[in-house]
């Protein structure tokens, strides 16, 4: 091996191998293209590492000051771009301490010191996914600040409710948006979930055995962080477990899935309520494309590609799992391939969330700082749709029920009723009073009451309900817990 330096990974294992690796080996083992992206976690965690060796005696203060040195002159390199990424050199590991060695000799050698790739990367990808969740967090609170501010000025809009997407029963506007907020709550709750399980460190379980040098695992996971809420420091208890396992990979592309199938189920709402047979709600221009052919077309791109997005990372999801599936203990070099997907879904969730917060609640007037452009709503359209389809026949039944009449009677009293203003081409409310006592003779004037979408909505009034009070009090909630 040349004195100072690691030009090719073959001389990171010596002299053991009698042939080089070919080139088409050399591109298909490489990871470096990729996983350079853990540039900082990897500089971090190995500023830990090299700390605790200091303090407990392993390496000498001046070998730590080197290695300090050496990162500090690596990572602007790598910042302004003049960092040479070399693919002989395998990983960003590989690159990033052959560079250190090349820069301050002896002591970047001793920096791998009772560590091993296999704990080294896995203590990387957990670093760079936990600040990833910490990004990602705050956007799904943003998603759900904004439907709540547009759910705030629709209380009193009402649309038809549907099951089956047949037309069921009238529910606010706002009703409808809260239930989406509940989902964006939950898929935080989770995010936050997985990074408890994903902020532990697996440094020090060294290539699958644990190390003959006496480390300080917990100083450094508290170095950098890996700490539960109590402070109390959060570290793999076993080593073949730490090196080998991608559980927290897999949970957080678990909870990305469910996100984007949420964020998904949402696009085709929008893309039904933009379509002209609905005609509910407006997106800005900029979230929409037009057609090459058609000029009078305004296609919702946004959410059609957010939908389309929500198959691509559900797929890294069964990659991840597949790629972990029958791996025997400990580290294998499948494990490689965990970056790809993982990345991808960071990315595309993180773009999508970000996409939708503008989309539903528009970007602030630079002038004024109130946002603008975000979801319009056509009220007269919704309230004129919740008309059609007899949205207010449970209301009949209840009504009903509430002059004496077993429910299942009323149901089948009320279907008549209902079949009688199909043949006359008129909703319920529209039937004279005499019609309707003929299907029921306790049927009396306070009737068209609960037969108006109005007071269907208001009827509502159980907690979780579409009543406007119910409503109000929701929004109240999610706006103390959203600060
Ligand atoms: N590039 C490798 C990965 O991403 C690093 C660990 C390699 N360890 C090994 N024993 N080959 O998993």
């Known amino acids: 091996m040349s004195t100072n330096q690691l030009d090719k990974k073959s001389e990171a294992w010596s002299a053991l191998f009698s042939e080089p690796m070919s080139e088409l080996v050399k591109r298909y083992t490489a990871s470096v293209f990729f996983d350079k992206r853990l540039w900082l976690a990897d500089i971090t965690g190995s500023l830990a590492h090299a700390e605790m060796l200091a303090v407990q005696g392993i390496i000498g203060a001046d070998d730590r000051e080197a290695i300090e040195r050496g990162m500090a002159q690596i990572r602007s390199e790598i910042e302004d771009g003049s960092f040479e990424w070399k693919l002989d050199l395998e990983d960003v590991h590989l690159n990033i301490e052959a560079r250190l060695t090349q820069l301050v000799g002896d002591a970047g050698k001793r920096l791998h010191t009772g560590r091993s790739r296999n704990d080294q990367v896995a203590t990387d990808v957990r670093l760079w996914l936990r600040d990833e969740i910490d990004l990602i967090v705050p ?12 759910a705030e000025k629709n209380v009193d809009v009402i ?15 706002a009703h409808h948006l809260l239930a989406y907020v509940e989902m964006f709550s939950r898929d935080a709750e989770r995010m936050a979930d997985v990074r408890r399980r994903t902020n532990r460190l697996p440094l020090g379980s060294a290539a699958l055995a644990g190390t003959t040098y006496p480390l300080d695992r917990e100083r450094v996971a508290r170095t950098l962080g890996m700490v539960d809420e109590k402070g109390e420091p959060q570290v793999c208890q076993n080593s073949l477990d730490g090196v080998s396992d991608r559980d927290f990979a897999i949970e957080f592309t678990a909870a990305a899935s469910l996100c984007m199938v949420h964020i998904s189920r949402f696009s085709e709402e929008l893309i039904l309520w933009m379509s002209q047979n609905f005609g509910f709600v407006k997106i800005a221009d900029r979230f929409t494309t037009g057609s090459s052919i058609m000029p009078q077309k305004k296609n919702p791109d946004v959410p059609e590609l957010a939908r389309g997005k929500t198959g691509r990372v559900v797929g890294h999801l069964m990659g991840l799992i597949t790629l972990m599936k029958g791996q025997p203990l400990a580290y294998n070099k499948d494990n490689q391939e965990d970056k790809e997907p993982l990345f991808d879904t960071v990315d595309t969730l993180k773009d999508t969330l970000r996409i939708f917060v503008e989309m539903v609640g528009g970007q602030p ?62 909703d319920l409310s529209e039937l004279p009073l005499a019609v309707l006592q003929g299907f029921n003779a306790s049927i009396e004037k306070d009737v068209y009451e609960c037969l108006s979408l109005r007071g269907s909505l208001n009827a509502r009034n159980t907690l979780g309900g579409t009543a406007p009070a119910q409503v109000l009090h929701q929004i109240a909630r999610h706006r103390a817990r959203l600060g």
Request: hydrophobic share 45%; aromatic share 6%.
């Open 159 to 173: 649309l038809p409710g549907f099951t089956h997407l047949q037309v069921a029963q009238p529910v606010s506007f």
């Open 365 to 426: 007037n630079p002038a004024t700082g109130v946002k603008e452009g975000g979801i319009t709503v056509n009220a007269l359209a919704m309230e004129e749709a919740a008309k059609k389809g007899y949205a207010t026949a449970t209301d009949l039944a209840d009504y009903l029920v509430k002059k004496g009449l077993p429910f299942r009677d009323a149901h089948e009293t009320v279907a008549h009723a209902v079949k009688a203003a199909v043949s006359h081409n008129c």
């Open 139 to 150: 956007l799904l609170n943003e998603l759900q600040a904004a439907l709540v501010d547009v």
